[in-house]
Nanobody, 126 residues
């Protein structure tokens, strides 16, 4: 089965940047859309961005537009989430999830994902 592993999280000051990586193993990534999601303390998991099998990006949060960029490198079986101008409200555990043969959903649906990584923590102090 497809396995996903996130990395790149950490502590960053407001206004700083991080690049998260989601590395797939077990199968080639090119048949899967990858969605970055996040879960802040005490809140529900929410979709951040999705990149489809055709490399089309879908953003799920108005607050991220212009700050976050999702890209995929199938040769490395990796999807990246570049996060700039980070804010304290971006503090969360970030997870990537896969959906086979997907062009990305218009609205993030937790139950629609096939496989999940274990997450990487991002902390932006206030």
């Amino acid at each position: 089965q497809l396995q996903l592993a996130e990395s790149g999280g950490g502590l960053v000051q407001p206004g700083g940047s991080l690049r998260l990586s989601c590395v797939a193993s077990g199968y080639s990534l090119d048949r899967y859309a990858i969605t970055w999601t996040r879960q802040a303390p005490g809140k529900e998991r929410e979709g951040v961005s999705c990149i489809s099998i055709t490399h089309k990006a879908t953003d799920y949060l108005d607050s991220e537009k212009g700050r976050f960029t999702i890209v995929r490198d199938n040769s490395k079986n990796t999807v990246y989430l570049q996060m700039n101008s980070l804010k304290p409200e971006d503090t969360a555990v970030y997870y990537c999830a896969s959906e086979r043969d997907s062009l990305c959903r218009d609205v993030f649906e937790y139950s629609g994902m096939d496989y999940w990584g274990k997450g990487t923590r991002v902390t932006v102090p206030s």
